[in-house]
Nanobody
Framework: QVQLVESGGGLVQAGGSLRLSCAAS????????MAWHRQAPGKQREWVAI???????VYADSVKGRFTISRGNAKDTVYPQMNSLKPEDTAVYFC?????????WGQGTQVTVSS
């Protein structure tokens, strides 16, 4: 079993920044990628970004150029950095990973961007 815990969410004004984190219960990210998703009120969950086990990153068009992901040296924490936030970025953000065919999700962290 792997536990994922997100943190770092909060209320920020448009144009501001937030740094989230996704902490795993072991160094799962040394051999597995991690994806970020978000779900806005009344909308379906959408994929935001991914960092592969090799450290490569891919971003959704809606966040490209504003969001980046990095990985801690211990390979048990991933840090999404969100800059130039917009009101439409308001959502609950989730991290997700897969190991041995098992899908793991965190509980989510709320990000609210005021205009």
């Amino acid at each position: 079993q792997v536990q994922l815990v997100e943190s770092g969410g909060g209320l920020v004004q448009a144009g501001g920044s937030l740094r989230l984190s996704c902490a795993a219960s072991d160094s799962i990210f040394s051999n597995n990628g991690m994806a970020w998703h978000r779900q806005a009120p009344g909308k379906q969950r959408e994929w935001v970004a991914i960092i592969t086990s090799g450290g490569n990153t891919v971003y959704a068009d809606s966040v490209k150029g504003r969001f980046t992901i990095s990985r801690g040296n211990a390979k048990d924490t991933v840090y999404p950095q969100m800059n130039s936030l917009k009101p439409e970025d308001t959502a609950v953000y989730f991290c997700q990973t897969i190991r041995d065919g098992q899908n793991y999700w965190g509980q989510g962290t709320q990000v609210t961007v005021s205009s």
